[in-house]
């Protein structure tokens, strides 16, 4: 079974930036993609960044996009979330999901939050 943690959450300042990292275990990190969503208070979760199958082939949000990279270790088999002049906007619960190869099912972490303050 596929499991799936985030972490590097935290509180920063308007301006400043965060790094989150998606781990997952229990199949090969070769075999599954991730993808990030966020989710704020009182608001739908929506997709964030994520990668596709294939090299090199990551997509964002408009919303994000020139802000926030997504980038991979297969050593590590980790896929990091580098969170660049973050806005207030950006507060949420940030959810790491991992997709497996042939698949379109989604494995969830439970989530890491990120506050930014004004």
């Known amino acids: 079974q596929v499991q799936v943690v985030e972490s590097g959450g935290g509180l920063v300042q308007a301006g400043g930036s965060l790094r989150l990292s998606c781990a997952s275990t229990g199949r090969t990190f070769s075999t599954l993609i991730i993808r990030w969503f966020r989710q704020a208070p009182g608001k739908e979760r929506e997709f964030v960044a994520g990668e596709r199958w294939g090299a090199d082939n990551t997509y964002y949000s408009d919303s994000v996009k020139g802000r926030f990279t997504i980038s991979r270790d297969g050593a590590k088999n980790t896929v990091t979330l580098q969170m660049n002049n973050l806005k207030p906007d950006d507060t949420a619960v940030y959810y790491c999901?991992?997709?497996?190869?042939?698949?379109?099912?989604?494995?969830w972490g439970r989530g890491t939050q990120v506050t930014v303050s004004s």
């Open positions: 999901a991992a997709v497996l190869a042939g698949s379109t099912n989604l494995y």
